[in-house]
């Protein structure tokens, strides 16, 4: 599609957003996943497993949809029934390479002991679960603000505390082992420590061709919709009406299938927006608009360390740029605006306006085209885009439509799951 691209850079790019919604959240899905990774070399466990587990490690909260939820779980007593856990698991396991990762994520709150005295078959929670938990619990027990090296004694005391309770004993005995070299504690807090989760083993093996990137993205583009009801289909019909397009504008098939990638992954800075403001039922205040308008500068910014990905990242990120210069969050003129980009600008304008939004209704075909024709006259919108958009109106709603609804199906099975 464009090169050969890494499964760890992407999910990174996902964990770092997902992790900019609070600021108090510092980093947490990259912690954890550096602190797994690292009781799993202590424990000598195959390469496969360790990347399975540092990988669930970076996206073991995707399932958390409200910032309360997210916060929550920062308390090292938190304990959780039926919630983003499997969450997690429902949308992870939508993908099936990570089949693996969405049992660890499952089960990364059930305490050891819980698990075991329930009457459920312990056996069946994976052990990638519990260091997964213990690696957690790790993460927020450091304080951020204050030096890590002096904090040690105390998380070691606490993770002794909940041994054989919270926490597998023998993976408490790893931890205090390994919690003994400073290595284990600056690894947490270090500038390098991207760089750890990209080193093996995960640098082999783990590209993806370009039928894994495609899925890979529509999970990413579930992860996204799915905090809202209002934007729950959102990028799978933008990613079809952009494919289309491109079509139509004579873009070859791989072109074509990386439009649509483009289009699962536009809104990927949305993650950095609490879902109470993408849920808010009327007028947004100056602040939460300026809040959500930083998503596509981080769409474009995180996707930046993404090898092979860039075509797709600047096809996606710069949706909200107008060919007047006006647009953000670069303000980039006509000229420096590809036909790709132009593409998703329509595509996203297109599919957001016929869709119900907290505050409105969608609009209709007749109402949408003469707000779009006036887009093109104001001078946002490219008019050779739009009038193919005309022209095929019926056939480019109908695959729209299409793509929702099915999107709507997996959502509502997806919602159906919690109530
Ligand atoms: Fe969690
Ligand atoms: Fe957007
Ligand atoms: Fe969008």
Request: aromatic share 8%; glycine share 8%.
């Amino acid at each position: 599609m464009n090169g050969v691209v890494s499964m760890t850079e992407l999910v990174l790019c996902l964990a770092e957003i997902a992790d900019l919604v609070n600021p108090l959240l510092s980093d947490h899905h990259k912690r954890v996943a550096g602190i797994a990774y690292n009781l799993c070399s202590e424990l000598g466990l195959p390469p496969s497993e360790q990347a399975d587990v540092t990988f669930a490690g970076m996206l073991h909260d995707v399932g958390a949809i409200s910032i309360d939820e997210r916060l929550d779980a920062l308390r090292f007593d938190f304990e959780e029934g039926y919630g983003h856990s499997e969450k997690g698991w429902a949308l992870l396991s939508t993908y099936k390479p990570f089949a693996g990762i969405a049992s660890i994520v499952r089960f990364h709150h059930t305490p050891w002991d819980y698990g075991r005295c329930s009457g459920k078959d312990c056996g069946s929670i994976p052990l990638g679960s519990h260091i997964l938990n213990l690696a957690d619990r790790i993460a927020v027990s450091v304080k951020p603000g204050m030096g890590i090296l002096e904090q040690a004694v105390e998380v070691r005391r606490k993770v002794s505390g909940a041994r054989g309770k919270t926490f597998l004993p023998e993976l408490v005995d790893v931890f205090l082992e390994i919690s003994e070299k400073e290595y284990f504690w600056l690894d947490i807090e270090s500038a390098s420590l991207e760089g750890i989760l990209k080193a093996e083993p995960f640098r082999r093996g783990y590209t993806l061709g370009d039928e894994d990137l495609l899925e890979l993205v529509k999970l990413f583009g579930r992860i996204i919709d799915f905090r809202s009801r209002f934007t729950a289909t959102h990028s799978s019909g933008v990613a079809a009406v952009a494919e289309v397009l491109a079509k139509n504008a004579g873009f070859g098939k791989e072109e074509c299938s990386m439009m649509g990638a483009a289009g699962y992954i536009h809104d990927l800075g949305k993650l950095a927006v609490p879902a109470e403001i993408l849920e808010k039922p009327s007028g947004l205040t100056k602040q939460e608009y300026s809040l959500i308008k930083t998503h596509s500068y981080f769409t474009d910014r995180v996707l930046r360390g993404v090898k092979g990905f860039e075509t797709i990242r600047e096809w996606g990120a710069l949706h909200h740029e107008r060919l007047d210069g006006k647009g953000y969050p670069f303000h980039l003129e006509a000229e420096q605006l590809s036909t790709g980009s132009r593409i998703m600008a329509v595509a996203d304008v297109f599919v957001a306006l016929t869709e119900d939004r907290p505050y409105r209704r969608g609009l209709s075909p007749e109402r949408t085209l003469k707000v779009i024709r006036e887009m093109v006259r104001s001078g946002a919108l490219d008019s050779e885009i739009v009038s193919m958009l005309d022209d095929l109106y019926h056939d480019i709603n109908d695959i729209r439509a299409h793509a929702q609804y099915a999107a709507e199906r997996e959502y509502r099975d997806f919602a159906c799951l919690f109530g």
